[in-house]
């Protein structure tokens, strides 16, 4: 039996590196070398690998309880967690469902949608408004509200329709015209990351907030790679100051330790659902559902926000972001730079640009060797590192990017 691995083909990539261990900011291959993690494998381990408070966290949940159905039973570490999330947290979002990971989360999300305004009588609400170039996950629903492109050319048959918008205006054009038949809004807040790290203005997230509400529309804020501090802030919409209707949380939340997501909402949409008539249930759910595991690694996760200055260190990263993308900007074959908090993009011309870009795989292959882990999105060269990441090893990223932009 042979390992298919996830977005990779296998037909020109060289064969996957064997990580024997990680610690802080660095992965250690099998054969010796140390790789600085800049992407915070695939955007979770915020606070490093291997953090000993996360590891210790597991370890006591597991000699206690490793996992019990959820389904009219709870436990400590569930309860614990809602508990940590309403202090972070709006507290008009005082409702939280756990699941598996962050396509999982949006799932919910759609679903409990969809289902408020059928429980509530008005069941040809049940379109959903999605934003070009977003991306929320490779599940059906979630891969139907994310933008055409490879990762959903093959599934046409199976997305469902979407009505999709560019920017705030369409959006208003779109809500007068049809939110009789509309039940939700989905987005990634200023933040479109697959996408190609796309960032776009507080005060147009601000405006779908207002439009949404005005025409009596759900906004769904999927918060799975913004959420926790990436941007700056514990959650990309304070920086707009809006609390949406509901969030998805997932990837950093369980610290890179295990897959666990939550999908949080307020209130009133819960109420749609509790009812003497079991027919307005919520009938969803998957086996592992709360599992203590996870939940212990989340608890500890946002424990450390409390106990270490978490904030601090990404402001130092902000700040040498910012000194060195100001002199790649300049540089003849970048056509972009921009980021938010601890998220930086590079974007690259080229001849190809987009997701499939031939750059991308040379690009790749010369941060490996030059001990980096750097996985470009086609033309752009993204960063998001670790909070515990130390200035010398970003300060040593940004010298291979511009080593790479001269040999491309």
């Not at 918060?223 to 969030?247: K, N, Q, S, W, Y």
């Amino acid at each position: 039996m042979k390992i298919w691995h996830p977005y990779t083909q296998e037909a020109t990539e060289l064969p996957p590196i064997p990580i024997d261990r990680g610690k802080g900011a660095y992965l250690y291959t099998r054969d010796g070398r140390r790789l600085i993690d800049g992407i915070s494998s695939w955007w979770v381990n915020l606070h490093g690998h291997g953090h000993p408070l996360i590891s210790k966290a597991i370890a006591e949940q597991a000699r206690k309880l490793e996992h019990v159905i959820f389904a009219g039973f709870t436990h400590e570490a569930a309860e614990e967690l809602a508990e940590r999330l309403a202090v972070i947290l709006p507290a008009e979002l005082d409702r939280v469902f756990y699941s598996d990971n962050g396509s999982t989360a949006v799932e919910v999300a759609l679903k409990i949608a969809i289902q408020y305004w059928y429980n509530r009588g008005e069941p040809t609400k049940y379109r959903i408004v999605a934003l070009e170039h977003a991306y929320h996950g490779d599940t059906i629903g979630a891969m139907s509200v994310s933008a055409d492109s490879p990762f959903t050319a093959a599934f046409k048959v199976l997305r469902l329709p979407v009505l999709r918008v560019r920017n705030a205006a369409e959006l208003e054009e779109l809500l007068s015209a049809r939110s009789h038949e509309i039940a939700a809004m989905i987005i990634e807040p200023l933040v479109q990351g697959a996408g190609g790290m796309k960032i776009y203005a507080a005060s147009d997230l601000r405006r779908f907030q207002q439009l949404c509400a005005e025409h009596n529309v759900l906004l769904i804020a999927d918060e799975v790679f913004t959420g926790l501090g990436r941007t700056g802030r514990m959650f990309a919409c304070e920086h707009a100051g809006i609390t949406p209707d509901l969030m998805c949380l997932s990837k950093g939340l369980t610290g890179g330790f295990l897959p666990f997501a939550v999908t949080v909402c307020r209130r009133e949409i819960y109420a749609a659902f509790y009812s003497k008539d079991r027919s307005r249930t919520f009938f969803h759910g998957h086996s592992y559902a709360g599992n203590p595991l996870g939940c212990a690694a989340a608890n500890a996760t946002l424990k450390i926000f409390e106990t270490e200055p978490v904030f601090d260190r990404i402001s130092a990263i902000e700040r040498i972001h910012k000194m060195h993308l100001g002199g790649l900007r300049k540089h003849p074959i970048v056509v972009d730079v921009r980021m938010l908090g601890t998220i930086a993009a590079i974007e690259l011309l080229a001849a190809d640009a987009g997701y499939l870009s031939s750059v991308r795989s040379r690009l790749y292959h010369f941060f490996i060797e030059h001990g980096v882990l750097l996985r470009p999105l086609g033309n752009v060269v993204y960063l998001v590192p670790p909070y515990v990441i130390g200035p010398d090893d970003l300060h040593y990223t940004y010298e291979i990017i511009e080593k790479a932009l001269e040999i491309i």
